[in-house]
């Protein structure tokens, strides 16, 4: 990865997954947990990653993540994948949502 963004993100604890199953098919993300408890889901194996742990999610992965008791966790990715979640917060229709995904290189798994 030669150009990329990082967020640095605080995850309410969450029953759920934190995002939809999809997949990035022009991008990497690596998830950097500094406090509290990460899972990532990559490829249906589910990955716990603890304080000082971190994972990478390849491009072409099907992937989430979630947190159960709440989490601070640095994301690293390209700013394709940056500007594609930034996106993803605005509101929109079904048929917007699809076109965005598709137009960032990415899809709902």
Request: aromatic content about 6%.
């Amino acid at each position: 990865m030669s150009d990329f963004v990082v967020r640095d993100w605080r995850l309410d604890a969450n029953e759920g997954d934190q995002a939809p199953l999809h997949v990035h098919h022009g991008g990497e993300e690596a998830f950097i947990c500094l406090e509290g408890q990460l899972e990532v889901e990559v490829d249906g194996v589910r990955h716990g990653v603890d304080p000082g742990a971190f994972i990478v999610v390849p491009r072409g992965a099907v992937h989430t993540f979630a947190t159960r008791g709440g989490a601070h966790v640095i994301v690293v990715m390209s700013p394709e994948i940056a500007e594609l979640i930034d996106k993803l917060h605005e509101p929109m229709s079904a048929a917007d949502s699809k076109a965005l995904w598709d137009r960032y290189h990415s899809s709902l798994a």
